[in-house]
């Protein structure tokens, strides 16, 4: 993008972007650096020239038993997070950047300190925060007890519970429970009522969209596929009559039709329909761990049709945008796995596959 574009998407002006390209001037404020790296769709560290040390999978193990911890101690905390509110956006602007590691030591704090605020909304927003993310690290079952605590927290709120229910409809996927998947998403659909309501406002059309794709997930992960295709399709229809916003887009759709397709096997047409979505204007805006975690999802179907070597290039692109999606990720790394014991190894992989500690005989 020119000058002008990126700095008026970052709120500055011309001049300070050209100085910070030509070294004048430094970035040395954090904030910046977070509006920046969204801007361009990059992790924060990128842009310093370093990578922090990312998490072991012990260190994980043990971060993931303390969120347990929380989500089962009723007791009355000593001192509450202040400023809560903040502290939970905060949170989730480092999910979308993918900082999982960072997210984990949050949560048993915000689960905490969330169970005494007097807003619903932050109570909702951080037991849906620790479903998402449970869901990404392999623990759908305790995702589903979180999902489940938000449901019951938004008290039947339409808006509360279609947010409640994204997180809940993923762990079923996850548990294998498509039906159960398809049957909580379209229950919250009626409930939002996208289809009677064409003039929803901005944000609730945005989430009215987005639950239609994960019941569209749903549906293809129990072989649905004539449904799968209709819920995309009106998906597809609701993103062209309001812009992109909150993540669904024209290009969020198209994704999600990609990976619907992997789900049901035809990964020709899956791949088909994810390289030009990955071309456009769109997929540079989605955050860092939508955009690394539909390409490690995509890595599957690049390898089911024989392209080993995109198979590969998949996973190493989604380790340079958001490299605890690929290094900490339990899925990722069944992945990585089975593209390294399909035949050789591309330098980068190898790399990669090397300081995550795996190698072509892993298990």
Same mark, same amino acid.
């Given at each position: ?5 990126? *700095? ?85 602007? !480092?999910?979308?950047?993918?900082? =999982? ?41 305790? !995702? ?77 992960? =129990? ?16 993103? /062209?009559?309001?812009?992109? /916003? ?9 994704? *999600?039709?990609?990976?619907? !397709?992997? +789900? ?9 329909? =994810?390289?030009?979505?990955? %071309? ?10 939508? %955009? ?12 089911? +049709?024989?392209? =080993? ?25 069944? !992945?990585? +796995? ?26």
């Amino acid at each position: 993008m020119s000058q002008q574009v990126f *700095a008026d998407r970052i709120g500055k002006s011309k001049s300070w972007v050209d100085k910070v390209e030509r070294g004048v001037r430094n970035l040395d404020r954090l904030s910046v650096i977070h509006t920046i790296s969204g801007v361009l769709g990059v992790a924060p560290d990128l842009l310093v020239g370093r990578r922090t040390r990312q998490a072991t999978v012990t260190e994980v193990a043990a971060a993931v038993e303390r969120v347990r911890e929380a989500l089962v101690c009723y007791d009355t905390p000593a001192d509450c997070v202040a400023d809560l509110d903040r502290q939970l956006a905060y949170a989730y602007t !480092a999910y979308r950047h993918a900082q =999982h590691p960072q997210v984990l030591r949050m949560l048993p704090d915000l689960l905490t300190a969330a169970r005494h605020a007097s807003t619903v909304d932050v109570l909702v927003g951080a037991y849906r925060l620790a479903a998402h993310l449970l869901v990404k690290l392999g623990e759908p079952d305790l !995702a589903w007890l979180a999902a489940d605590r938000a449901m019951t927290t938004a008290g039947g709120d339409p808006r509360r519970t279609a947010v409640a229910v994204l997180p809940l409809a993923q762990a079923l996927r996850a548990q294998r429970r498509g039906r159960l998947a398809l049957a909580v998403t379209t229950t919250a659909l009626r409930h939002l009522d996208p289809a009677r309501s064409p003039d929803l406002p901005p944000e609730h059309a945005a989430l009215a969209g987005t639950l239609l794709l994960e019941a569209a997930l749903a549906a293809a992960s =129990h072989g649905d596929a004539s449904t799968a295709d209709n819920l995309a399709d009106q998906a597809t229809d609701r993103a /062209r009559r309001c812009p992109d /916003r909150d993540g669904f887009g024209t290009t969020t759709v198209n994704l *999600a039709r990609a990976l619907a !397709a992997t +789900i049901l096997g035809e990964h020709a047409l899956a791949v088909a329909i =994810h390289q030009p979505a990955t %071309r456009t204007d769109g997929w540079h805006r989605l955050p860092a761990e939508h %955009r690394a975690a539909h390409l490690i999802d995509m890595s599957r179907a690049y390898l089911t +049709i024989g392209d =080993h070597r995109a198979a590969a290039r998949v996973l190493v692109t989604a380790d340079q945008i958001a490299p605890a999606e690929t290094r900490i990720r339990p899925a990722a790394r069944a !992945a990585l +796995i089975a593209v390294l014991r399909a035949g050789p190894t591309p330098a980068d992989l190898a790399r990669l596959a090397t300081t995550i500690g795996l190698t072509s005989g892993s298990t």
